[in-house]
């Protein structure tokens, strides 16, 4: 996998019940794919990992699937 170029750090929004809020999450990457960016890095770079369950990293994964172009990388 070719890894050259930037692939921008994404922070995972929470809701005011520390829930993972996808709606923001897909409403921040749709701004961001109209950015001339090789990919992006959702889950790690921030430190939320750690305070994600299995469940709500599915979440995060699959919302920034949908809203990240085929053409386009992502790293968890």
Known sequence: MNLAGVFAPIPTPFDDRDRIDTTRLRAALARWVRRPLTG?????SNGEAVLTDDFEADQVIISAREAIPG???FIV
């Open 40 to 44: 992006f890095v959702v889950l790690g």
């Open 71 to 73: 053409d386009r990388r």
